[in-house]
């Protein structure tokens, strides 16, 4: 359908003006250092859940300097919980890359914004319009859901088509007076009034022209074409302890999940295996050979689900009494001084309250 701009953008700002009151620490930000962390935070996070950590990075590291000078791993803590750590290695490389070519002053032009690593058209699109007032629309999935439930469009809004279409009824919607104003509008109004659940249609402002509304079909639309199907894995993970308090960890390689991060000595099954039968396996002999140890605890089944796989383990805890020679590449650390690691968020539920199922005192 043909939507008339004066119509929605007019209504929408009109939205933001008297009733959007949504409160975040970043809106009305100029600073693209900022805007940029912000951004990069909320990629595949809520907003309930990176508030906390925007307020840490920028705390930490106030500029962008500061970010771009701190060591790896010490970013990687500050980032500890959020996932999806390649955002976290795209932040430290993108940051290095402006203080080394441009100063540590952020580009101001939507082009060489882009092509930074880790930013996408939408990111490069909110500093852009945040920032610079520079007129580039904003599409993500709340503006996605927005513009489909509106125009009653069904093309699937992760198609190739589909993203095409509504990225340009999105460029044509926006307020090019006032491009930061309008991206904030559109995105606020699909999270808090035309929510994925439980829309609020009946006191929507642009509902009397809301295709979906009027025809029914608010449940139905937005469509995604693509079905999701998870990855199961099963890790298994030994606290070995030596006499004097130390324990083994390791950073985890490239090409997989956690990858920078670190592990305790660890090991992945393609199905569930009964912890007895881990103890007498080939791993534990390959780890352990005939040295004498103590199986203090065995934890709980601890899970976590990612967007495409779906992890789920347990916990040992094993005390030598003499250090191992078979760990080549793990370090030994001091078990007090295991927060001063970045660990995957399943390892750090266990590390935080590891409380154990069975006790084998």
């Not at 009733?19 to 009305?28: D, H, L, S, T």
């Not at 791993?73 to 390649?86: A, I």
């Not at 396996?281 to 089944?301: C, E, H, N, P, W």
Request: charged share 25%.
């Amino acid at each position: 359908m043909t939507v008339k701009k004066g119509d929605f953008t007019n209504l929408l700002l009109k939205w933001h003006k008297k009733e959007n009151f949504r409160a975040m620490p970043w809106k009305g930000e100029k600073n693209p250092y900022r805007i940029w962390l912000s951004e990069v935070i909320l990629q595949q996070t809520r907003v309930e859940q990176g508030w906390a950590y925007y307020e840490k990075f920028i705390t930490t590291f106030p500029t962008i300097e500061d970010l771009a000078r701190a060591p790896d791993q010490k970013v990687f803590k500050c980032w500890e919980g959020l996932g999806y750590y390649s955002r976290c290695r795209n932040l430290i490389a993108t940051a290095r890359k402006i203080a080394d070519d441009y100063g540590g002053k952020f580009p101001a032009d939507y082009e060489t914004i882009l092509a930074l690593k880790g930013i996408g058209p939408y990111t490069a699109a909110a500093i852009a319009s945040f920032a610079f007032n520079l007129p580039h629309a904003v599409v993500d999935g709340n503006v996605l859901r927005v513009l489909s439930r509106y125009t009653g469009d069904a093309t699937p809004i992760d198609s190739t088509a589909g993203k095409k279409k509504y990225t340009a009824l999105a460029g044509q919607l926006l307020d090019k007076e006032q491009p930061g104003t309008y991206n904030q509008a559109i995105m606020d109004f699909g999270a808090m009034i035309c929510r994925p659940q439980n829309p609020l249609c009946t006191t929507c402002i642009q509902r009397d022209r809301c295709q979906a509304y009027g025809s029914e079909r608010v449940g139905e639309l937005p469509i995604k074409e693509k079905v999701l199907h998870k990855k199961r894995r099963w890790f298994y993970y030994f606290m070995v302890e030596t006499p004097d308090g130390q324990v083994y960890i390791r950073r985890r390689e490239k090409g997989d999940i956690w990858a920078d991060l670190f592990e305790l000595v660890g090991w992945e099954s393609k199905e569930p295996v009964y912890p007895e039968d881990i103890l007498k396996g080939d791993l534990a002999a390959r780890v352990f050979g005939t040295q004498s140890l103590t199986v203090r605890y065995i934890s709980k089944v601890y899970r976590q689900e990612l967007t495409h796989q779906s992890i789920q383990g347990q916990f040992f805890t094993i005390h030598l009494k003499k250090p191992l020679t078979s760990l080549k590449d793990y370090l030994l650390v001091d078990k007090k001084k295991l927060s001063d690691y970045p660990f995957p968020k399943f390892i750090n539920a266990w590390l935080l309250d590891p409380t154990p199922a069975q006790s084998l005192f």
